[in-house]
T-cell receptor, first 111, second 113 residues
């Protein structure tokens, strides 16, 4: 079945450093979403990518969708303490309703 | 406009007890989902319902049953709770096939002792 793998599991950075998390799917995706979950909270939608090779930016966050629509990345430039949390990718296969989440990358930012 | 409401927020069960987690949405979305979240495991799909009257198994359906009572409500039942079902359970809704942004409830923290 469809699997979504995400690395790394944890990342510790100094405030101001950059951060990247990677997501790989075992099957071609129709789209991919990224979510952020603060400690003790619920996942909150950040963005959706649909097109092959798509790149989207939200302030310091850059999201990419691979050409083969099987991988994606989230890059944060100059991290801040407010970026702390777990970042999840979630993919939906072509022609289906199942949305499968990656295991998430937990980001720790030291001031 | 509450969005997605889950009840209860916290629950402690003894092994073998049964319970139903409730989820209701007022967003008029077709699809509803139940996920469980364990430390380091991310969100794993238990069951989903693409539309009223349909349900399908996700990644980890064993030990659970679901009911899509109507368009608004999607319940998750544990018939005989086990310690391995200790987890945080999230209900989510998605509007339609094209726009797949998921809206989550606040979660139910379940402990089985």
């Amino acid at each position: 079945g469809q699997q979504v793998m995400q690395i790394p599991q944890y990342q510790h950075v100094q405030e101001g450093e950059d951060f990247t998390t990677y997501c790989n799917s075992s099957t071609t995706l129709s789209n991919i979403q990224w979510y952020k979950q603060r400690p003790g909270g619920h996942p909150v939608f950040l963005i959706q990518l649909v097109k092959s090779g798509e790149v989207k930016k939200q302030k310091r966050l850059t999201f990419q969708f691979g050409e083969a629509k099987k991988n994606s990345s989230l890059h944060i430039t100059a991290t801040q303490t407010t970026d702390v949390g777990t970042y999840f990718c979630a993919g939906r296969g072509t022609g289906g309703f199942k949305t499968i989440f990656g295991a998430g990358t937990r980001l720790f930012v030291k001031a | 406009n509450a969005g997605v409401t889950q009840t209860p927020k916290f629950q402690v069960l003894k092994t073998g007890q049964s319970m139903t987690l409730q989820c209701a949405q007022d967003m008029n979305h077709n699809s509803m989902y139940w996920y469980r979240q364990d430390p380091g495991m991310g969100l794993r799909l238990i069951y989903y319902s693409a539309s009223e009257g349909t349900t399908d198994k996700g990644e980890v359906p064993n030990g659970y049953n679901v009911s899509r009572l109507n368009k608004r409500e999607f319940s998750l039942r544990l018939e005989s709770a086990a310690p391995s079902q200790t987890s945080v359970y999230f209900c989510a809704t998605i509007t339609d096939r094209l726009n797949t942004e998921a809206f989550f409830g606040q979660g139910t923290r379940l402990t089985v002792v």
